[in-house]
């Protein structure tokens, strides 16, 4: 099987490779985690090595990374990429011999095997916003377009440069003109390196084949491009420059692709006819003896090869390979080789940290951030049409059940029991803003550690879309709706204080939803978190029992209650001032509404009103701190 056919095309293009591309060598490299050690678990923490001793150079070219699942790829990867956690981390990285630079992940490329685009902008826009962003602001406007059209065209996206790339709700574009999107989104700094993790996952064979072939045309062109996968075809493994196998963390083979074959027929493992070798090298490391045949051996000889093979352990076929490789001459070549960067004059850095840096200025990062989020909530509008049509059906309906209460005994109870509703469903209503940061969570930990915008930056554009859009004009729309058809009092300061409170509320349990929600990964979790912190809310509220009558060791309780400060200040609004008479058998009693919210233990003073809003607000602060804490804090290396 012959695997030089792109050797000579390649040789052309060498000078120009060691001009553009740079020099990614590994030395020593190890890396281990932490196991078990919760407080669930009864067993002792432990560690469990995912990389040993790993040592090689990735050039100018296609650098592939295989292994079987499980076997150190991705995280080999992200060690080269500079985005694995430094606990755990030994060894180092250079860059054409020189120490990998803190902000390394800011400086080159990452493909994430997910796919993380904005899916309801356009290829274009998506393009415009990375070169917005991640170029220097010394490249002018114009530059920054040409450059994007440059890249449409490069990639072979001119056809669909205006469609939207599509999320679960939009039809979008196909799979691999997203993941060409991707790459462009990385390419927009034109990095000497990209690395790219599973490129082709999740892309029939004919797009993964033409995803590869556009790669293999940027290494031609001198970029250095490592990529981990899994089981190409063949005709994406001819395209590969160096080879590395992995088994178990530990590095069988690291050397030209082209010499993958003879290598391991040397130590015994001949290719059969039209196999696949990726597909060979595979069941070599997995022990699979079907595919394995002794290199020009008899029949006998080849059976008892096969027998051998089958009785003899995983683990065995593991440090065979590991053996028969530290003493091949690609081993010492690269050992050689390593060392002579090492003893270039640069001096191997001990340093493990992670600098983010920007190459715009807030206010920038602030204008097209802010900009691209109105513009995704626009363009949703199953999210943001939605929100206000089911508030615009609530409002109805509560208008419907309470409407025109009457200034008597059960204008009292209607009017206690509609402010109650009102606050709960605006509580539980701003509910939904818990999937604001878990829907976007990959794309926001891969655009911040690619130094695309501050956290500053994106915490302030998401918390004012979500505010602005999807919590202040359904509290609006509900309030001018619900307040009238009901018959709350008739003037204009209740009616505008009315809305400020219901406004308020909103805001609150918006901030105390992204406070719970904004470390979790999945919804359901955060989902149960604020359910049982709304019910505990909803009992202090101040209708299911009277809080005066509360034992003391639980009355404190009812300051942490959202419902509790919003049905209080709506009260002191809405029985201010009021007088509520019953007639009798002939007699007329009369009740004002200070005595009743004397009743209800709620003080009907000027304080007593907006000590409930200073409270909320206090609250709303703080939830929001927490969040940005929580974002601050989040785990963003793997």
């Not at 993964?208 to 994406?236: C, D, E, F, W």
């Not at 400020?500 to 929600?517: E, K, Q, R």
């Amino acid at each position: 099987m012959d695997l030089n056919g792109d050797t000579k095309h390649q040789s052309s293009d060498s000078g120009r490779q060691l001009k553009r591309g740079a020099n990614v060598s590994f030395h020593n490299i190890h890396y281990k985690v932490k196991q078990g050690g919760g407080c669930l678990c009864l067993k002792k923490p432990s560690t469990k090595d995912i990389l040993i001793d790993l040592n090689g150079i990735m050039k100018p070219g296609l650098n592939a990374i295989m292994g079987a699942t499980g076997s150190g790829k991705s995280s080999f990867l992200d060690v080269l990429a500079a985005r694995k956690d430094p606990a755990g981390l030994t060894g180092e990285v250079l860059i054409d011999g020189a120490p990998q630079p803190p902000n390394f992940k800011c400086l080159s490329g990452y493909v994430v095997q997910d796919d993380v685009v904005m899916g309801t902008l356009t290829v274009r826009e998506n393009f415009t916003f990375s070169a917005a962003l991640r170029l220097p602001v010394s490249v002018s406007l114009k530059e920054k377009q040409q450059k994007v059209e440059t890249l449409i065209q490069e990639l072979g996206l001119g056809r669909v440069a205006d469609a939207k790339v599509g999320t679960q709700l939009i039809r979008g574009i196909s799979g691999g003109e997203r993941k060409r999107t991707n790459i462009g989104m990385e390419l927009i700094i034109d990095p000497s390196v990209l690395f790219l993790d599973e490129p082709t996952t999740g892309l029939d064979a004919s797009t993964a084949n033409s995803v590869l072939l556009l790669l293999k045309r940027m290494a031609n062109s001198g970029r250095t491009i490592i990529l981990s996968i899994h089981q190409p075809r063949y005709s994406i493994y001819r395209l590969f420059d160096s080879l590395t196998l992995l088994v178990n963390g530990k590095q069988v083979y690291h050397a030209p692709a082209q010499s993958a074959l003879d290598y391991f027929s040397d130590i015994g493992y001949t290719c059969e006819p039209h196999n696949n070798p990726a597909d060979f090298f595979l069941d070599i490391i997995n022990g699979d003896s079907t595919a394995v045949a002794l290199g020009n051996s008899s029949l006998g000889q080849k059976d008892e090869m096969e027998a051998d093979m089958m009785t003899s352990s995983r683990r065995g076929i593991e440090d065979k390979l590991l053996e028969e490789y530290k003493n091949s001459l690609h081993y010492r070549e690269t050992r050689g080789e390593l060392e002579r960067i090492v003893h270039g004059g640069q001096t191997l850095s001990v340093s493990r940290s992670r600098t983010i840096t920007y190459n715009t200025g807030f206010f920038t990062q602030f204008r097209w951030v802010l900009n691209r989020t109105f513009r995704n909530l626009m363009l949703t509008p199953q999210t943001s049409v939605a929100q206000v049509a089911v508030t615009l059906f609530l409002a109805i309906i509560v208008g419907a059940i309470f409407f025109d209460v009457q200034n008597d005994q059960s204008g009292i109870q209607n009017r206690f029991g509609a402010l109650f509703f009102i606050v709960v469903n605006q509580m539980f209503s701003s509910l939904s803003s818990a999937e604001l940061f878990i829907s976007e969570r990959k794309l926001f930990i891969h655009e911040y550690i690619s130094g695309y915008y501050r956290l500053s930056v994106y915490f302030l554009s998401k918390i004012l879309c979500e505010i602005l859009m999807l919590r202040t004009v359904p509290a609006v729309v509900f309030t001018c709706v619900a307040y009238f058809m009901i018959g709350l009092k008739p003037t204009a300061a209740a009616f505008f204080l009315f809305m400020f409170t219901v406004t308020l509320v909103s805001y609150t349990a918006t901030g105390m939803a992204l406070a719970i929600a904004a470390d979790q990964t999945v919804v359901a979790i955060a989902n149960i978190f604020m359910t049982i912190a709304c019910v505990f809310m909803m009992i202090f509220a101040g209708l299911l029992v009277n809080l005066p009558s509360i034992v003391s060791w639980l009355s404190w309780l009812k300051y942490l209650s959202i419902p509790r400060y919003g049905l209080s200040a709506l009260q002191v609004n809405e029985f201010t001032g009021q007088m509520f008479c019953q007639e009798y058998m002939g007699n007329t009693t009369c009740t004002s509404g200070e005595e009743f919210l004397a009743e209800q233990g709620t003080d009907a003073s000027s304080w007593g009103l907006w000590q409930n809003h200073v409270a909320l607000g206090v609250m709303t602060i703080v939830f929001l701190s927490i969040t940005y804490l929580k974002l601050r804090f989040i785990r963003k290396f793997t």
